[in-house]
């Protein structure tokens, strides 16, 4: 269980033997939602994606780090990861008379380091590439669209085959993907998403939905049109929120009834 549901029933002052009584009293809840158990599979590749997302928070660290030394120095570099190593190995190369020769010494060690920190990344996605390939799961989830070995995998690692969950709501709301609703005098007010659970999950599948609506050329689709006409009455926000919701209902489906992806069945819905 999870530690958040077993703090309520923790009474007055916490000790061992009020803790051992608070979770015999959370456990016979019938409401009550436990945790699975993970594979070692599912934990080896857990420990990946951590380590992945680990090198790729320090990338981003050095890369605002890199990019405010400059624009102290009046050189302002626009935004995206590529443009600032371009501009950054144009720099180291020819130098410029706004930078002094230790500036130019630091950023050279900075784009030594984002290079290994580039091929570590690359490494990694490789490997999770190569799992993704050779598991049925995985391949049926990358049939979704925006759905690739990233996410796939990551999910996998997380619920396995999707039966801790009773329906694809569910695990929607587990990744914090729909709105949150304050209830009173029986008047229900719902407000932005709620933002639970799993934040991994909940930004990768908000980056595949963004993926959906502004990248995948083919607009013909059942799902590319349902978002076509979601982008026309709302922000694109919103719009990215929803998409990643339904993507996620989708995931549940296709894990646990072990089908494949239908497109014919979002018609209508």
Not at 60 to 74: A, P, V
Not at 92 to 120: C, F, K, P, Q
Not at 184 to 208: D, E, M, V
């Amino acid at each position: 269980m999870s530690p958040l549901y077993v703090r309520p029933y923790v009474k007055v002052h916490k000790n061992d033997d009020r803790d051992a009584e608070a979770i015999a009293e959370a456990a016979t809840r019938p409401t009550m939602s436990f945790v699975a158990i993970k594979s070692e599979e599912q934990l080896d590749l857990q420990a990946l994606h951590r380590a992945r997302e680990r090198l790729v928070t320090e990338r981003t660290r050095l890369i605002n780090q890199g990019r405010g030394f400059l624009m102290e120095r009046g050189i302002r570099v626009g935004a995206g990861r590529h443009v600032f190593q371009k501009e950054l190995v144009r720099l180291v190369a020819t130098g410029t008379v706004d930078l002094s020769h230790r500036i130019l010494s630091m950023l050279s060690d900075m784009m030594a380091e984002l290079a290994t920190i580039n091929d570590r990344v690359e490494a990694i996605d490789t490997e999770i590439k190569a799992l993704a390939k050779a598991d049925a799961d995985m391949q049926r989830l990358m049939e979704i669209p925006g759905v690739g070995p990233t996410i796939a995998s990551a999910l996998v690692a997380a619920v396995g085959t999707g039966s801790s969950f009773a329906k694809g709501r569910d695990l929607a709301a587990w990744l914090g993907l729909v709105p949150r609703q304050i209830t009173t005098g029986g008047k229900a007010k719902l407000i932005g998403i709620s933002k639970h659970g799993n934040r991994y999950l909940r930004k990768l599948f908000i980056h595949g939905a963004r993926t959906v609506l502004h990248l995948v050329r083919d607009r013909t689709s059942p799902i590319t049109q349902w978002a076509d006409r979601l982008k026309e009455r709302a922000h694109v926000n919103v719009a990215a929120v929803a998409m990643a919701n339904k993507m996620a209902r989708i995931a549940w489906a296709v894990l646990t009834k072990g089908e494949r992806y239908r497109p014919a069945a979002l018609v209508g819905a």
